[in-house]
Nanobody, 123 residues
């Protein structure tokens, strides 16, 4: 069992930055592939980014490529999402997830989920 807790969300103006953290606990949490997803009101949950268990490989949605960066510190069992040049359309609840499928964009392949953290970008 793996428990995930996100933090770092908040209200920011367009063009600003936020860094989200996802603290993992439980057995072998550092061996999982990790992903970030987001869900805006009235929309389906969508893939944002993923990172392999070793941290050397990443994947990004086209909508965030060049603005967002995912990283992980396995010694601290924490995954980070650095979000720069934020836009109002980035407003959503952001979820951290852990799974066995390498760099998966599919939310169904992630076994564990955090409770989410709200990110609101004002124009």
């Amino acid at each position: 069992q793996v428990q995930l807790v996100e933090s770092g969300g908040g209200l920011v103006q367009a063009g600003g930055s936020l860094r989200l953290s996802c603290a993992a606990s439980g057995r072998t949490s550092s061996s999982y592939n990790m992903g970030w997803f987001r869900q805006a009101p009235g929309k389906e949950r969508e893939f944002v980014t993923a990172i392999g268990w070793g941290g050397g490989s990443t994947k990004y949605a086209d909508s965030v490529k060049g603005r967002f960066s995912i990283s992980r510190d396995n010694a601290k069992n924490t995954v980070y999402l650095q979000m720069n040049s934020l836009k109002p359309e980035d407003t959503a609840v952001y979820y951290c997830a852990a799974g066995e499928v390498y760099l998966s964009r599919n939310s169904n392949t992630y076994r564990y989920w955090g409770q989410g953290t709200q990110v609101t970008v004002s124009s």
